[in-house]
């Protein structure tokens, strides 16, 4: 694997509400394009955050603007922020956008994190879908979910399964003021009618004793259908990450594989699948090397080869914290990390496009790493 390229692909404007960016997206499209998404806002968390959509039709070099449907209104009762959009295409064409909604009336002025309880803001999914590559789209509309999954955050996009299922990843999280213990898990969510309506929750991951959590589940679809979710673990109780862990599901996601150390830490980033099965893994370690890597796996259950690794991004001397925080302060210093939330993406012609957000306090650009495999 090379690294053919690097820079900024959307640079942010300091001093302005786009002067941080991140939560950047990829999709490629059967048309030979490629669909971008990112989170704008003044800082990381505010009020006024939104979700930007360009397109490139020469293999992600140029882009231009597009127009996702209006959010500066109530969507089904609720008023407030996009803060991420992952997109699926689920028939030539026909793209899907998933969402993720942020209340901002509820707790007016409030953080996204409650640093005393380990709850966060009311959130909600909301999808919508374009016709025509992205050019146009339908309204948001909102994904009702149980309650039983408390404020519901998306991780990843939507799966589109060789049956014709759709599968969407949710992370649970317990309502602002809730100040037992939190017992948290991620589900999935299908659907048979192409997103209108959405089944049970099916379990992918959790900890019984409520120890172990298992954050911002990033999902793969292998060539043979299996599907790979890779875990970016926390231990409540030391305080401390741990390692990436992966479990592998080969039934759409109804039953799940024991979780796998990958033996390296930390937080996994979206994986770029080829159609041989190989497995382009982008990850961030915040505590250790300070930087944001990739790796590769011959396929969606192999191990990743550690001579494959390519450091994307460094940071050195940052002197980030692992571990000692309690679990709800942690959580509220995520605003601060100046880096993270790798995406990759194979491109029409082959190559892997990553993209992720870096910079400093007041300037956060969404860049990018080409890379070719051999």
Known sequence: MQLIDQGILFQAEPGTRRAVLTFGTLLSLSDGGVLATLRSGPNKDSDDEAVELYRSDDGGHNWRALQLPASDHAIGGVRGSLKVCYLTEIAPGHVLAAAMLIDRESYPGKPLFNPDTEGCLPMFIVLAESRDGGESWSPWRLIPTPEELGPASLTSPVLSLSDGRLALSIETNKQYEDATRWYQRVVLLHSTDGGRNWGAPVTAGQDPSGRIFNWDQRLGLAPDGRIGAFLWTYDSEERRYLNIHRRISGDGGLTWSVAEDLGFPDQAGHPAILPDGRVV???????????????????????????????????????????????????????????????AELLPDGEVLVVYYAGSEAAMDIRFARLKLT
């Open 281 to 343: 893994l982008p990850w961030v370690d915040r505590f250790q090397s300070h930087a944001i890597h990739v790796r590769v796996a011959s396929a969606i259950d192999a191990p990743f080869d550690p001579a494959s690794d390519l450091t994307l991004y460094s940071l050195l001397g940052t002197g980030s914290r692992d571990g000692g925080e309690t679990t709800g302060a942690m959580l509220a210093d995520m605003g601060l990390w100046t880096f993270g939330l790798p995406f």
